[in-house]
């Protein structure tokens, strides 16, 4: 009696194939993973050079709303002095406070 050969042909090919199928699944995630990788390594260089752009743009922020800078600009371009004493000083006498504040007290109960 011979034995026929055609299981173990039918065997061999379907572990040929799986084996193919997962090889291939195999390439396809690491191929994949790298590119992810590669990708997440971009953003993350984006998101650095942009950190570093805001860190610049609030430099200069401060350097520019510096209250050196803006008496600099008006005393030199815009002719502006900083006034040393108040412009109009207003006397009141505590007697007067007291009686607007009765007044009022009076007039809201």
């Known amino acids: 009696m ?5 299981p173990l042909i039918a065997f061999s090919l379907s572990t040929f194939f799986l084996l193919s199928v997962f090889l ?16 997440k ?5 984006i998101i650095n050079t942009e950190k570093n752009k805001q860190v610049d743009l609030t430099a200069k922020l401060q350097l520019y709303s510096s ?17 040393t004493d108040p ?7 505590r007697e007067k406070i ?5 007044k009022l007290t009076e007039r809201y109960d």
């Open 2 to 6: 011979k034995k026929s050969l055609k």
């Open 87 to 93: 412009r109009i000083a207003l006397e009141v006498s």
């Open 67 to 83: 209250e050196e800078r803006i008496t600099e600009i008006a005393s030199s371009e815009l002719g502006m002095i900083k006034r």
């Open 98 to 102: 007291n009686m607007i504040h009765k």
């Open 41 to 45: 390594v971009l953003k993350e260089e």
């Open 24 to 39: 291939l699944g195999y390439i396809s995630v690491k191929i994949k993973c790298d590119q992810l990788a590669k990708e």
